[in-house]
Each structure stands twice: as structure tokens, then as C-alpha cells.
């Protein structure tokens, strides 16, 4: 990958809740998650340290009560976190003034949430067009927009509906636009899809990412489903109890999971729909380059004919411009195909 | 078996004896059965130790006023509410005061109330808020009306704004609610008649007195109302918001706000509801219209009018009601693309047309603009005559001399003698053991500390007696309400026709039950209590039928699946789920009864209302206090309790 | 020419006429009425009278107690029917506070006192003699009384001393407080149903006497200070020993400030005086014949100009 610069940069991140956390804070380093809720605190957050790069897609993945809302939430300062600091776009964000905030998120932040969070007493136009208005931008401006928008996700012709009027789908359509209306730098989901039913869910899955590679925007993904983290992510932080047990690209995930937690998810999952060849991409290292090389970017299983038929003990694997980046070993994608000999 | 649907947990509660409850009871009954034994000091508070609060408050009052100048400003606020109620009398009966282009023609009005209610909800809506203007008008009291709403027309709305302004500011400082809650729940009790002398003084006897009333009456739901709606927003809602980059103005005017809206149009139906409960009440201190002519009409036995008055008013109410309440489900429907300006407006265009078409109609057509006395309908002295009639049937008669012989002299009088020889130590006593019981040391102290200062006020033999009004009433009401609603709950046919007629008693004005009730019963305990049992039967019945019916469905298919009979069903299942529900019905009956027996007064009673009746003359406003905070502090001493029970009953039972 | 001379005379017209008599304020004359018939239509009456001198008039509906306040503070300008009996107490109160004036005193007498319709004296022939009333006391008895016989008293908050009376005379009788004078003519029409014995408080002028007719109670007759010196009276150690007086006022009581704000008004205040019949009248018109206030009063103003005209010359 990359080195791009970070936008986003979390550093030993504490989010506890209860009365007078910011005093207990202290005392809650060392403790276990249970020690710290028998003192009558619940932690969030634990120190987390990640960053998000520009242009990526980070997702962030736990089970219910793992934290990673709360996360979200402390990147955008919905909530105030108790410890560490938070670097967005190089201003440590617990320092902003309420105004600075304000305008923080009128022209950089975007949101969508699980349950759409949209305004029940304004049409689809007005809720899409709701960031604007707040920013005091004209009627006629804002309208533009707001059509843009809704063209882009799809739901011209709606624009006068009310959200009570649309399917879930929809509702959810009406929130990714009014989060897309300001053209914002960064895009938080918070697990967009969860409340949808899986056909739809798959649907809008392929929409996010239709969208995703026409804007390329920085992205903070939330979800609690493994395999919708496998499909989207760049890169994938896997949260526990508040803090992050692993954050890596889906091929290191999937192949060497960090913890016990981690394994227990990626035990599941079929490796060769995964794994990528440039995830077993291994230096050149002096490995001679012959023949055709393969595109770093399909999966095991996509090369699975090619693999079962391949003489070379060492397949080149070039990036998306074609230039070499490495070699694949045939027998580590075979063990991933067809499970360790 | 059946009953296993229902979990029973006991809920913990953190340094609760269960035996103190006990405890406190047996000392209670002990000092009861040693009441003749008892030194004097035990059984009543002593006079040495009732301290002059009535000159306190006096004093206090009289400071207020005088020296702090307090009437000076009142006086300034009843100068500005003056003018908004002299230009809506100006507009709505023709007061001769800015803008001078009252009166409205009738039917002006009774064609907008008709389609504002087809907007609403279309032709039944506009066939009730159209043919109550039309009957109102019929039966000769359209001008009478509208003095009575030129009043609510401005008490309405500033209770709205009052209450809204307020509930906001309980939803932003906690420490606001602290104070707010207790406050609001003590001008909830506090009898009416509190409210008369204050509001004269400091805010001139007329319409300005009736309708600063009015809005002291109708601002509480407004301030639960809004402060629920807006703890109510969905945090996602108002994350959407902050992430869109509100402003804190912005965040209340375009997020929290409207997303309230339906808790906050429910506020607005109390206020009206409430609004309209006063009209009679506050013609005591110069409310115009409707209220002032019943008392007249009343005071000259003209029973026929009255009923006919009552009947404006129930009319008007559930008019009012069934427009706020569909104005609270009205959602907003979208328009096709390209729907032309006069399509989308097209109700509001049909209003104004009629509105001005009707006026000018009625500059031609006398019978448009006014109906002229002698014009109308009423069937005042038919209406006396059967009612009459009705009372001098020989079986009425023997029936309710009957009644009146045993019930007095066999229950109410020995009844209330034995509320009277309790020393006041043991009935004190048994409210703490309740308050310990249902919610620990905390409700103990509330609930008999609330009646300890009504003993040290001197006053505990009347506030007795209201209590064993209260009370004998109250156990009326359930032996009535309780079968109805069961059997309401039952039976779909039956709960609509019980819910309507619960709706009308309760909007029927209540001193039009009070004549009757002594032409029943003449004079005494038995016609206070049955006025009182109209009034408090209804929310028994309605919170019977209301707790019944939200029992889960699938915790009645469980109990079909067991076996279980319709009866086993009812008393196994239905009732004890329900039972929460129905307390709150039974804390509101009693609510009620406290409200009731207060303008039983106007009956002839013994209790705190007749003394209160006595302040007035007077203008005693300390003694006038003291004897309403009475009334009061036993009031949310029962309600404290029984709403406590039913809240920790609710939790045990996991029914939200 | 013509128009300076039209001015000046006009001019001389007006400080003539501001010399004689200081111009009415054009505020809003305002005055209470209450719940009984004949003061809403004697309102009126005035009402109109006031009108036609050219003062605007507004009517509030007001309680007949607290009322004596607002004339202190100058909320309502008069009060026409000030009963010695009933409101003597407020009136004098007030009075002592200032800001009130006792204006005139109608011709008209008034009474209150025990009171029973005819049917009693049927059951009970000994009436109106007081002390029938003890040989009766069985008749009136009701459940709640017990063996005594039930007065039906009115509200408290008219301050009668019924009680004090029926211990001073000795009466085997207990005093029931009805809460308002609806409920006194409840009970009188439930009583007249089945023409049950009944004795109730009562005053005159009122429509009562129209529907049902009936008679005071004699008591002792009054004399003053039997309500407060034992020794007047017939019974020589108790006060209250007596009935009430037989002949009390009616006044007409005003702000103090309306002579100033508003002096024909006041001058014709001063001239209005009914009498009994021309109240029992008043109340007629609303009580047994049905008609609005407002009406009544014209229609007693029709019928009466030669009572009036006087007045506001």
C-alpha cells in the first residue's frame, strides 16, 4: 500500500462512561473491562491507536457493544473522548471551539446512520438539502445540490416524497445523499446496512461501492457483519471490549489473525474468496521473473483455473498499472484453495 | 398452568426492611384502639402548636404586592393580555375595541371550522366542527361561544407558548426539572378556588382574571408534554443534525422540535381540553360567556338551558378534541411533480373563498350574519319540564328516599365519624407505612409528612371529612367502573359506546351534575358524593378498559394454548397485568374526586371547600393558601403512592 | 366670516360647557354583574341610561363578594346592588380599606331571613310564629339532622348567623349549609314534588316569591345591637336572639375615582333609586317570562320613562 498521509490519526483513545470518568481514567489503566465495570464505569473506548489514510476505506468491525459506534462517534466529536487525542486533518479535534466544530462538519464530515436518522417532517429534497440549509447556503443553490445528489443515488422522481413514504432502501438512499451533499472529505457509515434486508443490503453494498470508487472519499465504515467487512474494506480494525484486537487489510486478516477473537471470526470464512494475490504477494528477492504475470487484484478462487493448470512454481503479480510488484507462490495459493495439504 | 405467564420478580431495592412497613402499621392500628385512652396531645396536634401560617402567608402575599410592587407588573402583563383579548372580542362578538370589524359572520365561521376539519379529517371531521357551529347557532348561543373562545383563543395559545418555553427549559437544565416537576404537580391539585382570589388581584376581575386562569390551569401537560417529546428524539436524529453542522438554535428550531411534534400536538389537545374545562369555573372571576350564563341560569333553576349550555360545551370540546387529535396523526402527504400552486393549496383557497364569500353574503342576508333572538331553537323550558318530570316519578322519588335514608344514616355518617375519632398520629402513620412499603424511607416520609402539615395546620377535622368524601366516592366509582370497564374490555360492541359516554361525562361541565344530585338527594353528604362519582367513575373505567386490552396477545393465546376458562383468563392473566394500568386510573379517580368535592362545595359540604368558599368573601388570601396547599399536599401524598406502586408493579411485571 | 364666528361660538360652547360640568372620560364605564336576575337586568338598565348620556358601558361577570375589590381598585366602576344583608360585611371591609363610596341608597327594602313556602305552614299551621318552628322540628327532620329538624342555610361565605340563632332561641333545629342559591331552589323544587315541610334561607326582592309563594318566619323582632350586647333582646344572656332586620338597605356603592373620571355619570349615579315592585319586575321578565337580559332591560326602559327621564335631567 501506499504510505498516504493520515487524515484521521486516533492516539491511546479512552472513551469510559459514568459520573466523573474523567478522574477515574487513571485509575482504569491496567484494569480489566469487568474490573472497570465493577467500579460502576463502562469503557467505550480503549486506548486505540489507528489511523485512517486518505482515500481509504477503513471498517470497523465488532459485535454489539464492542465500541465501535462510540469510535465513530469520538472521530466526529458526537462524543467527547475521555482520554488520548484525535488528529483530524491535523487539528486535534478536543481543542475545537463549538463554532470551529460546526464548521468542521458543515464542509469536511459526512454521516450516515443504522436507522437513517432522517428528519420525519421534511421531504426528501429538504432533509438531502438539511446540511445545506444549515450552512446558510441559498434556496436555489441548495436545490441544485440536494437534485444532484439524488440523482446520484438514485432516487429522482422521490424527491417530494417523505421518508415515512419510501422502503428502507430508500430511506437509507435519502441518508448517504444528505451525507454526500456538502461533498465532504470524510464519509462515516455506521453500519448503513444493518437494518436492511439481506437481498437489499447486497444491493446497496454494490451501490456503496459504485459510489466509493466515482468519489473516492476517506471512509470510516461501521458493521458488525464479517463478511460485509471482507467485501468493502481496505483495511479492517477489529474491535473487542473497546479496544481494537487487530487492524489489517482482509488478506492479512484472514490469514493471520491476530488473536483468538480474530481466529474465531476468520475460521468461518472461505479463505480463497478472500485472499487476494497480491495478500501472498512475497518480494522479489532475486526470484527470477518469467511469463505472464496476474493481476494483484483477483482473489484465489478467481484464479483457480489458472492456478490448477500453472507449471511455475512462482507466478509474477502485478499491481493495476501492470507493473510487477512481487511473486505469488502456486502451493501457498493452493493450500488457501484447497486447505493445507 | 395459567399464571406461570406471568413473571413475578421482586424488585431489590437498596436498604429496604420489609418489616418497617409492618411495623408502622401496628403502631398505627395500636394507637387507634387506644384512642380513648390517649392523651389529647396524641390524638390531635395541639393548638400551641399550630403556628399562624395563614398571617404568614398574608404577609408574604401583601409584600409581594405592595412592596415589591409585584400588582404593578401583573397589571402590566393584564394590560397587554387585555388588548389581545379586546381585539379577538372585537373580532369573534363585536366588542368595540381595535380593529373594529368584528362581529365575524357565523356562518364565516362555521364554514371554515367545517373545512378546516375536511383538512383534517375529511367529511365526518367537517360534518362535526360544521354542524356544532350550526347547532350552536340554532339553539341561540353563537355569541355566548364565542366570548367564552375570544377568552381561550388567547389562553390557548399562551398556555402553549408558556408551557413549551418551559418544558424546553426543563429539557435542557436538570435542575430546572427538579423545581418545575414538584411545582407543576402541586398547581395540579391545588383546588381551583386557590386560583380565584390571586388571579383577581393581581390580574383585574374580567376576561384578563379568567383567562390568566385558564392558562395557569392548562400549562402543565404542556410542560410533561414537551420535555417527554423532546427526551424522545432518537439520538440518530439528532446526530443527523449535529453532523449536518446545527447550530444549537438550529439543532431545537430544525431537529428537536418538529421531531417532537406529535408529543408537542398532544401537549395542545390538553391545553385546549384543559381550556375548555375552565369555561364555567372562571365565570366566577369574569369569564364571559357560556360559564357566566350557566351560573345565572342555574342560580334561577332554569335546568333546561343549562342542559342545553352543557351540551354547547361538550360539543365544542369534542369538536376541539377530534381536530387536535387528528391534527397529531395528520401526516404530511406529497404532491405529484408539477402539481400547480392552486392544486397544492387548494383547501386553503376553498377557505378564504368561503370565508370572504360568506361575509359578504352576510352584509345582505341578515339570517347569515346573526340569528336574532327568537330565531332559535331552544327547547330550554320542554327540556325542564321532563327533567321534572323525570325527578317527580313516585319510584325516583321512593328510590332515592331510600337510598339517601340508609346510605346516611347507615354508612356515611358512621363512616365518617370513624375518620373523625381516628387520632391523627394513626392515619398519618398508615400513609408512611404504605409510602414504606411502596417505594422505602423516601415515599414513607412524602406521604405522611404531606399529611403531618396538614395536621399542623389546624385544620385536619375538615380535611377529614374531605377525605371520607374522596374516599366513600372513590369506592362508589370502582364498584360501578370496575364491572363496566371488565366487561367493556370484554366486548368490542360495548367499549366504544362506554368510551364515548366516558368522553362526554367528563367534558359535561360539572356543576350541571350538582343540581340534579339535590333534587335526587336534597342537601347533603349523599348528593356530594354521587356529583363526585359522575366524575371519578369515568378514568376508572377507561384505564380498566385501557389496562385490559394492551395486555400482550401473546400472553392470552398462552393462556388459551393452557386451558384456561374466560374466567381463569380474566382474573389469572388479564387482571393482574392490567393492574397497573388501572391504578393509575385509580389514582386519577381520586385526583378527580379531590378536584370534585372541592365544587361540591357549591352543594353545601363541611369540608376544606366550604371554608375555601369562606375566603372569598373575605379575600383572605393567606388562610385562602393554606387551606388549598391542604387539599394539595393529600392529594400527591395518594397520588405519590399509588403512582409509585404502579411504576414498580410495571417494572416486577416487565410491561413497559 | 361665517366660519370664525361658527368656531368661536363652538369654542365658547365647550369652555361653557367644561365650566358647568367636566367632560366624561371616554374610557369604558365598566359594571359587574352576577348570577342573580334582577341586578344582570338593573345592569342594564343603567347600562343603557349611561348610554344614552353618551358613555360607553361594558358589563364584566364577576363573583358578588370579591367584587367589593375590584370597585376599591377601580377594575369595575359601581356595584347597583349592595344588600345590607348579604354583602353589608364586603361593603363595609372595603369601605374601611378606602377607594370605595356608599353613592345612594335605593328605595327599595330588602330581607333575609327564614322562609318557608306555603305547603309548610299546611303541615305545621302554628306559622309564622317563631316558636311553631319547635313543635314542628319533627316535620323537618331528614337523616342527616336526626331527630332535629334541618334549616337549609345559604353558603358560608354569605356570613349568616343561623347557628347562633338556633342556640339563642333555643331551636330544636341543626343548620345545613347549601353552597350556593341554585342549590336553595333545588331543594325547594325537590320539596315541592312531594310537598315535604321545608324551611330555607330567603331573601326579598328575588323571583323565588313569584314560583313558589311563601312567607318569613317571625323571629324577634330586630333591634339594633341584639347581635352583639346579650342584653338586648328577649332572651337577656345570648346575642343573635332576634331575626334580622326587617327592613335592610340597598345600596349603590362606586369607585371613588368616578365622580372625577366621569361626573355626569356619577350625578345620574347619584339619582337612581328602584323600588321593590320595579325590581320583582326586573326579574320577572328574565325569570318567568324568559327573556334575555339585555331585552328586559329595554323593555322595562320602555315601560318606564316616566320613572327614569327625571334622573338624567
Known amino acids: ?341 | ?656 | 366670516m361665517t366660519t370664525l364666528r361658527t368656531f368661536t361660538a363652538a369654542a365658547l360652547l365647550a369652555s361653557s360647557a367644561t365650566f358647568a360640568f367636566a367632560e366624561d372620560s371616554t374610557d369604558p364605564i365598566t359594571i359587574p354583574i352576577h348570577n342573580w336576575s334582577s341586578q344582570i337586568v338593573m345592569s342594564h338598565v343603567v347600562g343603557k341610561i349611561l348610554e344614552a348620556q353618551g358613555n360607553s358601558v361594558e358589563f364584566v361577570t364577576t363573583d358578588s363578594q370579591a367584587v367589593y375589590e375590584s370597585v376599591r381598585l377601580g377594575d369595575v366602576t359601581m356595584e347597583l346592588e349592595v344588600w345590607e344583608g348579604a354583602f353589608g360585611a364586603s361593603f363595609r371591609a372595603a369601605m374601611e380599606q378606602g377607594g370605595i363610596e356608599d353613592v345612594a341608597t335605593h328605595n327599595a327594602v330588602t330581607r333575609e331571613d327564614w322562609w318557608y313556602p306555603m305547603w309548610t305552614k299546611e303541615a305545621c299551621p302554628g306559622l309564622p310564629d317563631w316558636n311553631a318552628l319547635n313543635a314542628c322540628a319533627a316535620l323537618f327532620a331528614t337523616p342527616e339532622t336526626g331527630t332535629k329538624g334541618r334549616f337549609l342555610g345559604g353558603p358560608v361565605d354569605w356570613l349568616k348567623h343561623d347557628a347562633e340563632k338556633v342556640e339563642a332561641l333555643g331551636l330544636n333545629f341543626q343548620v345545613v349549609n347549601a353552597g350556593s342559591a341554585a342549590a336553595i331552589w333545588a331543594e325547594l323544587a325537590a320539596a315541592e314534588k312531594t310537598k315535604t315541610p321545608i324551611v330555607v334561607f330567603n331573601w326579598t326582592p328575588n323571583f323565588a316569591e313569584a314560583v313558589w309563594p311563601g312567607e318569613f318566619v317571625n323571629f324577634p323582632e330586630w333591634v339594633e345591637g341584639c347581635d352583639t350586647d346579650p342584653a338586648v333582646g328577649p332572651i337577656p344572656d345570648k346575642t343573635y336572639d332576634c331575626g334580622n332586620p326587617a327592613n335592610g338597605y340597598l345600596k349603590i356603592a362606586a369607585w371613588d375615582g368616578m365622580k372625577d373620571k366621569w361626573p355626569a355619570a356619577y350625578a345620574t349615579l347619584q339619582q337612581v333609586n328602584f323600588t321593590n315592585a320595579q325590581i320583582a319586575e326586573m326579574a320577572k321578565f328574565v325569570d318567568i317570562d324568559e327573556m334575555e337580559a339585555e331585552d328586559a332591560a329595554q323593555a322595562w326602559l320602555d315601560a318606564n320613562e316616566a320613572v327614569w327621564k327625571p334622573w338624567i335631567e
Open chain 2, 1 to 656: 398452568m395459567a399464571d406461570t405467564a406471568v413473571p413475578l420478580a421482586k424488585v431489590e431495592r437498596a436498604g429496604f426492611v420489609p418489616g418497617v412497613a409492618y411495623a408502622l402499621l401496628a403502631v398505627a392500628v395500636l394507637l387507634a384502639i387506644a384512642r380513648p385512652w390517649l392523651p389529647e396531645v396524641l390524638v390531635r396536634v395541639p393548638d400551641w402548636m399550630i403556628l399562624p401560617y395563614e398571617g404568614w402567608f398574608q404577609w408574604f402575599f401583601d409584600f409581594l404586592k405592595d412592596d415589591l410592587g409585584l400588582i404593578h407588573v401583573t397589571r402590566a402583563i393584564s394590560a397587554v393580555l387585555e388588548w389581545f383579548l379586546d381585539a379577538t372580542a372585537n373580532l369573534l362578538y363585536g366588542k368595540s375595541r381595535w380593529p373594529n370589524i368584528g362581529p365575524i359572520p357565523w356562518t364565516a365561521i362555521a364554514a371554515v371550522a367545517a373545512v378546516i376539519g375536511y383538512g383534517l379529517g375529511g367529511w365526518r371531521l367537517a360534518l362535526l366542527a360544521g354542524g356544532t357551529s350550526v347547532w350552536v347557532s340554532l339553539i341561540g348561543q353563537w355569541d355566548l361561544a364565542m366570548q367564552t373562545l375570544s377568552v381561550i383563543a388567547v389562553a390557548a395559545p399562551a398556555a402553549f407558548m408558556i408551557g413549551l418555553s418551559l418544558g424546553i427549559l426543563a429539557w435542557k437544565s436538570s435542575r430546572f426539572e427538579a423545581i418545575m416537576r414538584p411545582t407543576l404537580a402541586v398547581l395540579q391539585t391545588l383546588p381551583f378556588f386557590t386560583y380565584l382570589l390571586p388571579a383577581v388581584i393581581f390580574f383585574k376581575v374580567g376576561p384578563t382574571a379568567g383567562c390568566v386562569a385558564t392558562i395557569v390551569y392548562a400549562i402543565p401537560p404542556m410542560v410533561l408534554m414537551t420535555t417527554l417529546g423532546l427526551k424522545k428524539v432518537p439520538p440518530e436524529v439528532v446526530e443527523a443534525g449535529l453532523m449536518s453542522g446545527s447550530t444549537r438554535w438550529q439543532m431545537l428550531r430544525h431537529v428537536y422540535l418538529p421531531a417532537a411534534r406529535t408529543e408537542i400536538l398532544v401537549g395542545v389537545n390538553q391545553v385546549i381540553m384543559l381550556s375548555l374545562a375552565m369555561v364555567v369555573l372562571t365565570a366566577f372571576i369574569g369569564m364571559p360567556g357560556l360559564g357566566a350564563k350557566l351560573l345565572a341560569l342555574m342560580n334561577s333553576l332554569k335546568l333546561g338551558r343549562s342542559f342545553e349550555i352543557g351540551v354547547t360545551i361538550v360539543l365544542i370540546a369534542i369538536t376541539l378534541d377530534r381536530l387536535s387529535k387528528a391534527w397529531i396523526v395528520k401526516q404530511p402527504q406529497h404532491f405529484m411533480r408539477g402539481t400547480p400552486w392552486w392544486r397544492r393549496n387548494q383547501l386553503l383557497l376553498v377557505g378564504i373563498g368561503l370565508f370572504i364569500g360568506l361575509i359578504i353574503v352576510a352584509q345582505f342576508v341578515q339570517v347569515a350574519d346573526q340569528l336574532t333572538r327568537g330565531q332559535d331553537l331552544s327547547m330550554g323550558s320542554e327540556i325542564d319540564d321532563i327533567i321534572r318530570g323525570a325527578l317527580a316519578n313516585p319510584t325516583v322519588d321512593a328510590a332515592t328516599s331510600w337510598l339517601r335514608q340508609v346510605m346516611i344514616t347507615y354508612i356515611l355518617i358512621p363512616f365518617r365519624n370513624a375518620v373523625l375519632w381516628l387520632p391523627s398520629l394513626s392515619i398519618i402513620l398508615c400513609l408512611a407505612a404504605a409510602g414504606y412499603a411502596v417505594g422505602g424511607r423516601r415515599s414513607a416520609l412524602l406521604a405522611g409528612g404531606f399529611f403531618a402539615i396538614v395536621a399542623l395546620t389546624g385544620w385536619w377535622d375538615r380535611a377529614m371529612i374531605t377525605v371520607y368524601a374522596v374516599f366513600s366516592a372513590v369506592i362508589i366509582a370502582m364498584l360501578i367502573g370496575l364491572p363496566l370497564g371488565i366487561l367493556a374490555a370484554r366486548n368490542k360492541k360495548w367499549s366504544e359506546p362506554i368510551l364515548l359516554v366516558c368522553d362526554t361525562a367528563q367534558t359535561f361541565p360539572s356543576f350541571i351534575y350538582l343540581i340534579p344530585a339535590i333534587m335526587l338527594f336534597g342537601v347533603n353528604d349523599l348528593s356530594v358524593i354521587f356529583a363526585i362519582v359522575i366524575f371519578a367513575t369515568v378514568p376508572l373505567m377507561r384505564y380498566t378498559i385501557e389496562g385490559i386490552r394492551n395486555v400482550p396477545a401473546e400472553l392470552i393465546e398462552a393462556a388459551e394454548m393452557s386451558g384456561a376458562s374466560r374466567s381463569q383468563k380474566l382474573w389469572k392473566v388479564q387482571i393482574p397485568l392490567a393492574l397497573p394500568t388501572m391504578a393509575i386510573g385509580f389514582n386519577q379517580a381520586i385526583m378527580f374526586a379531590f378536584f370534585m368535592v372541592i365544587i361540591a362545595a357549591f352543594i353545601g359540604t363541611q369540608d376544606l371547600g366550604q371554608e375555601l368558599q369562606k375566603t372569598l368573601a373575605g379575600n383572605q388570601l393567606g388562610k385562602n393558601l393554606v387551606l388549598g396547599m391542604c387539599v394539595a399536599l393529600m392529594a400527591l401524598s395518594f397520588d405519590h403512592i399509588i403512582m409509585r406502586w404502579s411504576e414498580t408493579r410495571r417494572k416486577a411485571l416487565g410491561v413497559a
Open chain 1, 1 to 341: 500500500m501506499s504510505a498516504a498521509e493520515p487524515v484521521i490519526t486516533c492516539r491511546n483513545v479512552w472513551k469510559l462512561f459514568g459520573a466523573g470518568a474523567d478522574r477515574y481514567l487513571e485509575m482504569a489503566r491496567g484494569k480489566s473491562f469487568d474490573q472497570i465495570r465493577e467500579d460502576g464505569y463502562i469503557t467505550a473506548v480503549r486506548d486505540v491507536t489507528l489511523e485512517v489514510r486518505r482515500g481509504e476505506l477503513l471498517v470497523i468491525m465488532g459485535l454489539s457493544g464492542s465500541g465501535k459506534s462510540t469510535l465513530v462517534r469520538c472521530m466526529s466529536r458526537l462524543n467527547d473522548i475521555t482520554g488520548g487525542e484525535i488528529i483530524v486533518d491535523g487539528q486535534n479535534i478536543m481543542t475545537l471551539s463549538e463554532r470551529e466544530l460546526i464548521e468542521l462538519r458543515r464542509r469536511k464530515m459526512g454521516m450516515v446512520f443504522q436507522s437513517f436518522g432522517l428528519l420525519p417532517h421534511r421531504t426528501v429534497l429538504d432533509n438531502v438539502a438539511f446540511p445545506l440549509e444549515m450552512r446558510g447556503q441559498s434556496s436555489h443553490d441548495r436545490r441544485e445540490r440536494a437534485m444532484e445528489v439524488i440523482k446520484l443515488v438514485g432516487l429522482q422522481g422521490r424527491e417530494d416524497y417523505f421518508p415515512r413514504e419510501l422502503s428502507g432502501g430508500q430511506q437509507q438512499r435519502v441518508g448517504i445523499a444528505r451525507s454526500l451533499a456538502i461533498e465532504p472529505d470524510i464519509w462515516f457509515l455506521d453500519e448503513p446496512f444493518s437494518a436492511l434486508d439481506p437481498l437489499i443490503r447486497r444491493e446497496m453494498q454494490d451501490e456503496f461501492l459504485r459510489l466509493r470508487e466515482m468519489l473516492g472519499k476517506t471512509i470510516v465504515f461501521i458493521t458488525h457483519d464479517f463478511d460485509e467487512a471482507l467485501r468493502l474494506a481496505d483495511r479492517i480494525a477489529i474491535m473487542k471490549d473497546g479496544a481494537v484486537e487487530q487492524c489489517d487489510t482482509p488478506d492479512k486478516i484472514v490469514l493471520n489473525p491476530a488473536t483468538d477473537y480474530v481466529a474465531k471470526f476468520t475460521e468461518k470464512v472461505e479463505k480463497s474468496r478472500v485472499v487476494h494475490a497480491r495478500g501472498l504477494c512475497r518480494p522479489l528477492n532475486g526470484h527470477a521473473v518469467e511469463g505472464p504475470s496476474v493481476s494483484g487484484d483477483l482473489t484465489v478462487l478467481q484464479l483457480a483455473r489458472q492456478l490448477v493448470n500453472e507449471p511455475r512454481e512462482f507466478l509474477p503479480v502485478a499491481d493495476t498499472q501492470g507493473q510487477i510488484i512481487g511473486v505469488m507462490r502456486r502451493q501457498d495459493a493452493l493450500d488457501i484453495l484447497l486447505g493445507p495439504a
